[in-house]
């Protein structure tokens, strides 16, 4: 488990332009998640855990194979979608029109230097869509699950405590993630002294950004994923 985590994208990223040394932690997944559960929170999780172990097994419902596949068509549009809000940026306006929440263009640069702002306000602005549609997105396929089947039905409502617990701490911590974006956007203006011009930095800069975004966007979708695919192994059966 601890290698699972440590070797995502999202995270390799972060830890290498945050140029910070951090030790390996020896802890696996559970310690790690009961240090940020206080005692009422894990007497919860207990219990929801436990109405998984003792609720009745009952033939699924008569479900088509096809809601499978609609659960799946709904998580590729919602991430296709999120995908081309966050790519959209990453090139200037083929004619001059304006892109939504574009990411800044070498030229505005020469004129007027704004800084790390604009690209602070767009990744904000990313997260705010990422964070709506997903928790949508969610909410649906927990939906879909309780209509499937009892352990289903309750493997949504565990999902739906883990996100109350979770979420905050969450929320937290991707909040950070511009502000190390913000140390990478200051060493790239530091290497502008050693040649690299202002127009190559705002190019690597934006495309270091946009590769973040992505994978931020996968780890977020990553419970959805897993309560798709609780679902189509029940169907399967």
């Given at each position: 488990m601890r290698r699972i985590f440590s070797g995502s994208r999202f995270v390799r990223l972060l830890s290498d332009w945050a140029s910070v040394e951090v030790d390996a932690s020896r802890q696996d997944f559970a310690e790690r998640l009961g240090e940020w559960l206080g005692v009422f929170d894990a007497i919860t999780l207990h219990a929801a855990h436990q109405s998984i172990n003792t609720v009745d097994e009952k033939k699924p419902s008569d479900a088509p194979l096809a809601r499978t596949f609609a659960l799946e068509e709904e998580f590729q549009r919602v991430r296709t979608a999120l995908v081309k809000a966050i790519t959209a940026g990453g090139a200037a306006p083929a004619s001059g029109k304006l892109v939504r929440n574009p990411v800044p263009q070498p030229e505005a640069a020469t004129e007027t230097d704004a800084g790390y702002?604009?690209?602070?306000?767009?990744?904000?602005?990313?997260?705010?869509?990422?964070?709506?549609?997903i928790d949508a997105l969610r909410a649906y396929v927990r939906q879909a699950l309780t209509k499937l089947s009892p352990q289903l039905g309750q493997l949504a409502s565990f999902d739906t405590v883990m996100e109350q617990m979770l979420g905050g701490r969450e929320q937290k911590l991707l909040s950070s993630v511009p502000v190390l974006l913000e140390r990478r956007f200051e060493h790239l203006r530091k290497t502008h002294q050693l040649g690299l011009d202002a127009a190559q930095q705002q190019d690597v800069f934006g495309k270091e950004m946009q590769e973040v975004l992505l994978a931020e966007l996968e780890v977020r979708l990553q419970p959805v994923v897993g309560l798709i695919e609780a679902f189509s192994k029940e169907v399967k059966k």
């Open positions: 702002a604009p690209y602070h306000q767009r990744y904000l602005d990313q997260q705010r869509q990422m964070a709506l549609r």
